[in-house]
């Protein structure tokens, strides 16, 4: 079947898209949920007669109050407004416009959701299954989800990292994260027992002599295991461990590195940065997860306490 080809954005927001990535290092999925979102808030505008350059705040409102009722989420009408905010102070600031209807939007109320934490048993249950499995695709999961709980990544870091970050036994993981910057992780015992058996058997992922950069080599289109297969892994391996899949993704394992971490001690800084999180506020969600103890014990020693030490993986 013949796709249709997604049509232009207006100009304004061409630019504006072309901002995000050039000067802001916005990655490629980024582009398109906002490509996605500004297309939506154009057609609108375009069904009312309005253009960027001339949409008035009651229409902007309008879009909204529409989002809501198609039943959209608060978190997701949110996420669209931050776009809108974003986009017309761009045209504020590049000229385009001489106000900003934006300005006197309000933001929906949010809850904020805790975050799904898996205990250590079922963590442990998860690579249990895994390594019950054996051969290839045992093994292939068993090394993504040390790597993965023992080091926090987000599951696009994880997929597509580099043969070369995994070689000669190392450490730390250096990770090219969000905005294109490097961080660096370090790597559970258990982990680098699990990277040096999966490099063993790594060759049977590929053609007969094909070759790959990727750790985690795919004869797909993008070269590496995708996120969406790796869920999917995931889910097995949960109903294998008999752990409720429901319960179980690759963020949440990533909530459970986290969470894990400030209960044996670890302070909110250190958690930060292995993470990624541009802002500690996003990390201290996990401090509500925590045992009241632990969690005053955290709280006091923010920001600046060193480590004491992590737990095992």
Not at 66 to 74: E, H, K, N, Q
Request: glycine share 6%.
């Amino acid at each position: 079947m013949k796709r249709t080809p997604v049509p232009p954005l207006a100009r304004e927001a061409e630019a504006f898209i072309e901002m995000l990535t050039a000067e802001r290092g916005a990655s490629k999925n980024t582009e398109i949920a906002y490509r996605g979102d500004l297309q939506d808030l154009l057609s609108f505008l375009a069904r009312r007669k309005q253009a960027p350059a001339t949409a008035d705040a009651e229409a902007l409102r309008a879009y909204l109050k529409a989002l809501d009722y198609l039943g959209m989420t608060p978190r997701t009408v949110a996420r669209r407004l931050s776009v809108i905010r974003q986009f017309f102070r761009f045209m504020l600031a590049e000229r385009v416009r001489d106000d900003d209807p934006a300005s006197t939007l309000d933001s929906p109320k949010l809850g904020r959701p805790l975050p799904k934490v898996l205990s250590r048993v079922q963590v442990d249950s998860l690579i249990a299954a895994t390594q019950a499995k054996g051969a290839l695709d045992g093994g292939r999961m068993e090394t993504l989800l040390e790597i993965l709980y023992g080091s926090g990544l987000r599951v696009s870091e994880l997929v597509s990292l580099p043969l070369v970050a995994a070689e000669r036994d190392p450490t730390m993981l250096i990770v090219r994260g969000k905005g294109d910057k490097e961080r660096q992780v370090p790597l559970s015992d258990p982990a680098r027992v699990a990277i040096a058996k999966w490099l063993h058997i790594r060759a049977g992922a590929l053609a007969e002599g094909a070759t790959s950069r990727y750790l985690f080599p795919s004869r797909g289109r993008t070269g590496h295991l995708t996120r969406q297969r790796f869920a999917q892994l995931l889910k097995e391996a949960a109903l294998a461990a008999g752990v409720d899949p429901a319960h179980v993704s690759p963020h949440v394992l990533r909530h459970a590195f986290a969470s894990h971490l400030l209960e044996a001690g670890a302070d909110l800084r250190s958690v930060q940065l292995m993470l990624g999180h541009a802002d500690i506020a996003t990390t201290q969600i996990y401090t509500h997860v925590i045992p009241e103890k632990v969690r005053a014990l955290v709280e006091d020693h923010h920001p600046l306490a060193r480590r004491k030490r992590r737990p095992a993986s």
